[in-house]
């Protein structure tokens, strides 16, 4: 798995991926503080952007929706593998939310447009054992998290940004939104959606990153 990983993304992202290694190595960005009340919405040593910076393992995938597809498998009673219209067939869904990235730039005020986490959940139905969720993207990126948080009412996989179809640089056609934990964890380009039993690291949580990664309690490297 991980040598056919290593092969197809080449190894243009060596550098960048040792980078970051380096900084969870090292506790980069950490300050040590207290998170601020929850009534403020810049976590601690978080800045504010208005661009949106591009993270990638050097490799974009270019998926036409023709050949796009989305599976949700694993410990789930109804699993299912979405091809374009049966994907925008689902109820639509909203969410306006705020981007913490782990490298410390937030942007506010980001308006999602795609089907809930939780319209997902109902049509899968997971199995009693299900407690974590793998997101894998069509680079072969993967992100761990609990089920508990792909499944709160925020989180949604999103095929607009602003009222316009996702960008293939941030992740178009679509990508997952989980906006109350660091943006490792919203995996773009994203082809299957796994429900485990037991936690296991994804690319990042392999390599330093932390299990969980909620911004507010400044979970970036364990
Ligand atoms: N499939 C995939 N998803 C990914 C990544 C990636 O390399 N591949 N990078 C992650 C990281 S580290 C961040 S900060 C955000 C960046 O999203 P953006 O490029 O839209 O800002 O995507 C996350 N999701
Ligand atoms: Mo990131």
Not at 37 to 44: C, D, I, T
Not at 129 to 141: I, K, N, P, Q, S
Not at 152 to 162: G, I
Request: hydrophobic share 40%; with cysteine.
């Amino acid at each position: 798995m991980t040598e056919e990983r290593d092969g197809r993304l080449g190894r243009s992202r060596d550098k960048l991926v040792e980078s970051k290694q380096r900084w969870a190595r090292e506790g980069r960005l950490l300050t040590g503080r207290q998170a601020r009340p929850e009534a403020e919405r810049l976590p601690p040593g978080q800045r504010r952007v208005d661009t949106w910076p591009v993270l990638d393992l050097g490799v974009q995938p270019d998926i036409a929706v023709e050949r796009w597809r989305l599976a949700v498998d694993g410990l789930v009673e109804n699993p299912v593998d979405w091809d374009w219209a049966a994907f925008r067939a689902q109820p639509g869904f909203r969410d306006v939310s705020d981007i913490h990235c782990v490298t410390a730039w937030s942007r506010f005020d980001n308006a999602w447009d795609g089907v809930s986490a939780r319209h997902v959940l109902e049509a899968v139905k997971p199995r009693p054992e299900a407690r974590f969720v793998m997101f894998h993207g069509y680079d072969d990126y993967t992100t761990n998290l609990p089920l508990a948080a792909f499944a709160d009412d925020d989180v949604l996989l999103a095929h607009s940004w602003q009222g316009r179809p996702l960008a293939r640089e941030h992740g178009g056609p679509v990508r997952a939104i989980v906006p109350k934990l660091y943006f490792w964890k919203s995996a773009k380009w994203i082809r299957r959606i796994e429900l485990i039993a037991a936690d296991r690291p994804g690319f990042w949580e392999e390599r330093g990153y932390h299990g969980h990664g909620d911004p507010w309690k400044e979970e970036r490297y364990g």
